[in-house]
């Protein structure tokens, strides 16, 4: 091992012919910088921090289309419902707020699991946390707050489809 300020590289040659004129039979097999060595032992674990955070990336994506999926599909089963309460007086922006509650409603209970499957399971993840903690509440109350806000991104077409229900439309397709 030699200790060099700049480039490691340039020292090379120096310590080759050194080390050949300590002993002619030994030879410089491969020789790297520190910071390659340790960037080889992290690679296992950077790999597998950015294949697990493309894993949460696509659960993120699908469990947004399924909340966008199951709130348009109840938008539609609720329409009679939703024409209705238009009728008596709904404003559309009390229509729009009761579905997009229903979806953070929704998305509550799917929070609440992932918290305590974090709880349970946090033991096992924390060989793969970096100076986190498994129960850290700072990343458990970003994760419900990016997670609720997706949950709005999601309900908001189909809030808006129930808030621009016509009552007669509605009513006279009985």
Same mark, same amino acid.
């Given at each position: ?30 020789? #790297?910088?520190?910071?390659? /060595? $340790? !960037? *080889?032992? @992290?690679?296992?674990?950077? &790999? ?66 992932? #918290?305590?499957?974090?709880? /349970? $399971? !946090? *033991?096992? @993840?924390?060989?793969?946390? &970096? ?44």
């Amino acid at each position: 091992m030699v200790r060099t300020e700049g480039d490691p590289s340039a020292v090379l040659p120096v310590a080759a012919a050194k080390l050949n004129t300590m002993d002619p039979q030994l030879v410089l097999h491969r020789p #790297m910088a520190l910071s390659d /060595v $340790l !960037g *080889r032992g @992290l690679a296992q674990r950077r &790999f597998t921090v950015w294949l697990m955070t493309g894993y949460a990336a696509l659960a993120l994506v699908l469990a947004s289309l399924g909340l966008f999926g199951v709130i348009t599909y109840v938008v539609r089963q609720r329409r009679r419902e939703i024409g209705i309460r238009s009728a008596l007086g709904a404003r559309p922006a009390q229509i729009r707020s009761m579905i997009l509650a229903q979806g953070v409603r929704v998305t509550a209970f799917g929070i609440a699991g992932g #918290m305590f499957g974090a709880a /349970v $399971l !946090g *033991r096992v @993840l924390e060989t793969l946390l &970096f100076e986190t903690r498994p129960a850290d509440p700072l990343v458990l109350l970003g994760t419900a707050v990016v997670r609720t806000t997706i949950a709005l991104a999601a309900a908001w077409l189909p809030a808006g489809e129930a808030s621009s229900i016509d009552p007669g439309t509605v009513l006279q397709e009985e």
